[in-house]
């Protein structure tokens, strides 16, 4: 295990969270009969959520001999590494049913990978 596993899977747990907290105020926007759906997607969702969590737990639990920096200080990862994860994660989009939960969480999937992306661009040109 590295500080990068680490990174990631803070910033794959903070997106999860985001994308259940937008998904959350939409369905708040719905009569309770059309919302359904979203419910179903919200459930889904957390349960991805709470599997993170439990995989942060793990790491956590691994890194308690180590003496590494907290999450906020790991940079990001190399830049080729990201862009070939963000171009296969855009063809998981494409071959998803919009709409969908999965597509959902493809599309959160692209977006985390196209900001991280961007850092790491940023922060590789700025050293």
């Known amino acids: 295990m590295t500080e990068q596993e680490l990174r990631l899977s803070s910033d794959v747990f903070l997106a999860r969270v985001e994308r ?5 105020l939409q369905k708040r926007e719905l009569p ?6 979203i419910a179903i997607e919200v459930e889904e969702l957390a349960r991805e959520v ?3 969590a439990r ?11 180590g003496h590494w920096r907290p999450i906020v200080m790991i940079g ?8 070939d994860e963000w171009r296969a994660a ?10 969908t939960a999965e597509w ?5 999937d692209v977006d985390r990978l196209s ?6 661009y940023q922060e590789q040109r700025g050293a």
Do not use: F, K
């Open 20 to 24: 259940l907290q937008a998904l959350e």
């Open 32 to 37: 309770a009969s059309e919302m359904a759906g």
């Open 50 to 52: 709470l599997a993170w």
């Open 55 to 65: 995989h942060q737990t793990e790491l956590a639990r691994d890194a308690q001999n």
């Open 76 to 83: 990001p990862r190399p830049v080729s590494v990201v862009l």
């Open 90 to 99: 855009e063809r998981d989009l494409a071959d998803a049913e919009p709409g």
């Open 104 to 108: 959902e969480l493809r599309r959160a």
């Open 115 to 120: 900001d991280e992306y961007a850092r790491a």
